[in-house]
């Protein structure tokens, strides 16, 4: 079922970014009720704007479903996903494509509350510089009227496109999950969103491939089988892939089911350390969980090295 979300999403935003690629481009078209819609469903533009009811829809959408406008009508978005695709099509059968990276809040949150300051106290010219809207803009100007707009806006435009394509063809939606402005923003509002990608870990079979297609790099199996629902940009590439249908959009966490938990986790710590699981580890980390409040995964791998360090000693 959830592979479906995966095939509607591409979908949506490649016509998507079509329409607003013909809007750009053809004035006119710009002007029909369609074009206006379209240019309408940009962020940015709309807050510049003064439509407040794109802002308080998008708002509404991120904090139900997280950030669905990074993977369906942000063109810089869909842009850098083509990019990350090529770069999984050459790497194919060489090594891993995507692995967990811790996120860079240092870089992220001062962007985003800069850029936001800006907006709000009207500082337009930073606000362009950054916008994705206003920079694909250009680019499609650029080239597609090179000769009207002159070679020095076209220098311009190359040099974004092809910073933005290799960052993307290397580490997929870098970019978006450091210095895009609007991004930190979004990341802040989809902390904890209404329906989010989570992993049941009573069925992960910790295969890696929703890793390996995460171009967010935000799925942490390691640490306890989360997703970091901040930079998730709701792309579906893991639902797609999953063999045992273990990750999924899900409204609220997960909760935990002891038995699994407890036979997983007790093997996998000591497969960590070769050694054979015990009737006596069993029972200590059974006691210790069952006076958990089984939310957070964090929570039960942080218990079960406790519970694992006196155990050391002996
Ligand atoms: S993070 Fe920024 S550039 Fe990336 S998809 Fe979202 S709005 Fe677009
Ligand atoms: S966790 Fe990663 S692969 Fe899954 S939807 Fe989010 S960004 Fe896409
Ligand atoms: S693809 Fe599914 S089973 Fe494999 S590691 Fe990810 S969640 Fe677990």
Known sequence: ????????????????????????????????RIGQIVLKTQLVPSILAGAAIWLVLWLLITLTFG????????????????AARCGVWCRKGTRKYYRYAAPLNALRIPIAIAVGACLLFGFTFVVTLTDP????SRIVIAIAKPMAIGLGSLGAACIVL????????????????????????????????VYRIDINTDKCIHCGKCEDVCKSECIDLRGGCVVDNTRCVM???????????????????YRLSTPMMLATGNQAQCQMKNEVPTEASITSRSS?????????????????????APNKSH
């Open 1 to 32: 079922m959830y592979r479906h979300l995966k095939r509607i999403r591409v979908i949506g935003s490649v016509v998507f970014l079509a329409l607003l690629t013909y809007t750009i481009i053809d004035a006119s078209f710009a002007l029909t």
């Open 67 to 82: 950030r669905v406008y990074c993977s369906s009508v942000c063109p810089l978005g869909t842009l850098q996903d083509a």
């Open 133 to 136: 809207f206003t920079l694909y």
């Open 162 to 193: 092809a910073a933005v394509g290799l960052v993307a063809w290397k580490r997929g939606r870098l970019l978006c999950n450091t210095v895009c402005p609007l991004g930190g923003m979004l990341a802040l509002i989809s902390r904890v969103p």
């Open 235 to 253: 792309c579906m590439n893991c639902t797609a892939v999953c063999p045992n249908d273990a990750i999924t959009l899900r409204r609220g966490k």
């Open 288 to 308: 210790a969980l069952d006076r958990l409040d089984r939310h957070d995964s964090h929570d039960i791998i942080d218990t079960i090295d406790n519970i694992d």
